[in-house]
């Protein structure tokens, strides 16, 4: 008797399922569940249980702590995309840095990881265990992993709207994604990557743009946009605005590397890249 019920409960999982894939819903919460339940006749007494053999029998994969997503193994639906599924997991997403630079065409690297700019303040997904997924190696949802970048709300923008598959993603545009390269290359590859990353995009590269986001940025931000910009052999008035920005004491180009090599006191930068220091 028990495990006619047990065989009963996962059917009307099953159902729940595809009631959600007819209704063109990927990604869904708990209470979404909870609210369409009843049209397959599952109690809501069981519900969580029929959620945990759907995951087990990978109908559906677990995101986050109440919240679900379709699998391919449900007749009729595609594979969530791993960018969908950053839009669910924090609220402001958008898929940035090396993750933003691939899908751009910048890079031919790809990236190991999803990267996505949030907010300081949001809630974060955590792992089993209770740890935070900021202070660990990213968040692991199916094959692919997380790793979210928080920034002060004010710094949320150059963002916008792209189709990937069947899902529109908020995402950096190309010149947020530049300008992200220079504050933390370490999330775009390496500086040398952000570099050739400048070269491809320099023909379209929308110069007021791009030096409109740095000044709303900092002052090491802008004189390293300058000093790139400049050396790729961009001449424009625009490298006046970036020139008149005040800051104290010189910077470093690549943030991520040692304070030596020669000084550029045009553009405050101090130029620590490999086979200039030393010079």
Same mark, same amino acid.
């Given at each position: 008797m028990f495990a006619n019920n047990k065989k009963k409960r996962s059917s009307v999982g099953v159902d729940l399922v595809?009631?959600?894939?007819?209704?063109g819903i990927?990604?869904?919460?708990?209470?979404?569940?909870?609210?369409?339940?009843?049209?397959?006749?599952?109690?809501?007494d069981y519900l969580l249980e029929a959620l945990y053999?759907?995951?087990?029998?990978?109908?559906?994969?677990?995101?986050?702590?109440?919240?679900?997503?379709?699998?391919?193994?449900?007749?009729?639906?595609?594979?969530?995309?791993?960018?969908?599924i950053a839009m669910a997991l924090v609220e402001p997403a958008a898929v940035s840095h090396?993750?933003?630079?691939?899908?751009?065409?910048?890079?031919?690297?790809v990236p190991r990881q999803v990267f996505v700019l949030t907010t300081a303040g949001v809630s974060?997904?955590?792992?089993?265990?209770?740890?935070?997924?900021?202070?660990?190696?990213? $968040?692991?949802?199916?094959?692919?992993?997380?790793?979210?970048?928080?920034?002060?709300?004010?710094?949320?923008?150059?963002?916008?709207?792209?189709? !990937?598959?069947e899902a529109r993603v908020t995402m950096t545009d190309p010149e947020r994604t530049l300008i992200d390269g220079l504050s933390r290359p370490q999330y775009c590859g390496d500086f040398a990557e952000v570099?050739?990353?400048?070269?491809?995009?320099?023909?379209?590269?929308?110069?007021?743009?791009?030096?409109? $986001?740095?000044?709303?940025?900092?002052?090491a931000t802008v004189k390293r946009l300058g000093w790139v910009l400049?050396?790729?052999? !961009?001449?424009?008035?625009?490298?006046?605005?970036?020139?008149?920005v005040p800051v104290k004491g010189y910077r470093i180009l690549d943030p991520t590397g040692p304070r030596r090599g020669p000084c550029d006191r045009r553009w405050m930068i101090q130029v620590n890249l490999p086979g200039r220091i030393g010079k």
């Open positions: 595809r009631l959600l894939a007819g209704d990927r990604i869904f919460s708990t209470a979404q569940a909870r609210e369409l339940a009843p049209q397959v006749g599952l109690k809501d053999h759907l995951r087990r029998n990978g109908w559906i994969v677990q995101l986050r702590r109440g919240l679900y997503a379709l699998t391919g193994a449900v007749p009729g639906v595609s594979p969530v995309h791993e960018f969908e090396w993750s933003a630079l691939h899908f751009h065409g910048l890079t031919q690297q974060l997904p955590r792992e089993r265990g209770g740890r935070s997924s900021a202070h660990s190696g990213g $968040y692991p949802v199916g094959g692919a992993i997380f790793a979210f970048v928080q920034v002060n709300p004010k710094r949320f923008f150059g963002i916008a709207k792209y189709w !990937v598959g570099l050739q990353a400048f070269q491809i995009r320099l023909a379209d590269l929308d110069l007021e743009k791009i030096v409109e $986001y740095a000044t709303r940025l900092d002052g400049e050396h790729l052999g !961009v001449a424009s008035p625009h490298l006046d605005r970036l020139l008149s």
